[in-house]
């Protein structure tokens, strides 16, 4: 038993450096890619504060970096926050968006850009509480039936995102069609093209929090994956526990949706691939999800602002990337 255990824990770890090595990889192609194109050279010279040409310095500090940051922070946290889900729902369908978490974050933002005001602070506290209502609003449906499946939990995800879509067009309705109507259709789309070193600063302790929690109630997400009576002899506060982890886990997923806007797939399909390489649901699972997560994020936004000679929405690329793979699974009959 404690070789196999030592084997999984190698296995993972070289798994994760090597995942690590692409991430960064990855990370230096999107600082580089766009229509004003950057090379390693002239990445390293701006670095050392060598480069002569000022256009290159802003494009590297005041667009590149700050996207391509957020881009890593949004692809770690959705997938982490999906497969936090996914553990401790025991539902491999439980991501932020189909459970209808990202959905109700998004009415939040579109409310507080209507009615409260536009600033990112406002914002992502909107998302946050919308978030937080929607996921309450699931596990109440789910209770409330008292059948707790996969199939309840998309049916109240599917409830859910249709009474966001119901509130979202009542906000549109009473919107400013020339100034807020602009903005919330932004946030249905997603796009990391109005990411600047501001709103980073200013959504990062909140995305900070959130993972923080989450690492330290990593060995909480592991055992509340396994039965709640057995939790309970443990002498674990199971619905305490649980509302932490996912107070943790929604503030994660809002800190990036309120300045992204919807992004989907990206919750659902790292923890799957996850899963299938390192046969666990462990956190190094979660992990290991997060990192892919990011992989994943960049490559799609390095799609999206290079296909076309206008950027497109991010979910436009990770949905076509997403439904395709969650078809595949469903196609295949394999267990997710």
């Not at 480069?51 to 667009?63: A, D, K, P, R, S």
């Amino acid at each position: 038993m404690n070789n196999a255990r030592k084997h999984y824990s190698m296995k993972s770890n070289r798994t994760n450096v090597i995942t690590f090595a692409v991430l960064i990889f990855a990370f230096v192609l999107s600082i580089g890619v766009g229509k004003y194109s950057l090379s390693i050279e002239d990445i390293t010279k701006v670095l050392k504060g060598t480069h002569e040409n000022q256009m290159t310095i802003n494009v590297f500090y005041m667009l590149r970096l700050p996207r391509s940051i957020m881009v890593v922070l949004a692809g770690i946290g959705l997938s982490m926050a999906g497969s936090v889900y996914q553990t401790l729902f025991k539902n491999p369908l439980a991501s932020p968006d189909i459970i209808g978490v990202t959905s109700g974050a998004n009415v939040g933002a579109a409310f507080s850009i209507v009615f409260i005001s536009g600033n990112v602070l406002s914002v992502v506290f909107g998302a946050f509480l919308g978030g937080l209502l929607a996921l309450s609003f699931v596990i109440g449906i789910v209770k409330f039936s008292r059948t707790d499946n996969v199939l309840t939990y998309v049916l109240a995800g599917i409830v859910i995102n249709a009474i966001s879509n119901g509130i979202l067009m009542t906000i549109k309705y009473f919107s400013d069609p020339l100034n807020e109507m602009g903005a919330i259709e932004y946030w249905t789309m997603g796009s990391f093209g109005s990411i600047t070193g501001e709103k980073l600063k200013i959504i990062l302790p909140f995305f900070i929090i959130g993972m923080v929690g989450i690492f330290l109630m990593r060995w909480k997400i592991h055992v509340l994956s396994v039965s709640d009576e057995e939790v309970k002899t443990l002498g674990i506060s199971v619905e305490q526990s649980r509302y932490l982890i996912l107070l943790c886990s929604t503030l994660v997923v809002a800190s990036v949706v309120c300045v992204t806007g919807l992004i989907s797939f990206v919750g659902l399909v790292p923890p799957h691939i996850a899963r299938s390489i390192l046969k666990r649901n462990d956190f190094n699972t979660i992990v290991f999800s997060g990192l892919l997560g990011a992989i994943l994020m960049i490559l799609s936004d390095c799609i999206a602002r290079t296909i076309l000679p206008s950027e497109l929405p991010i979910s436009i690329i990770t949905s076509f990337i997403g439904a395709p793979y969650l078809a595949f699974l469903v196609c295949t009959k394999k267990k997710i």
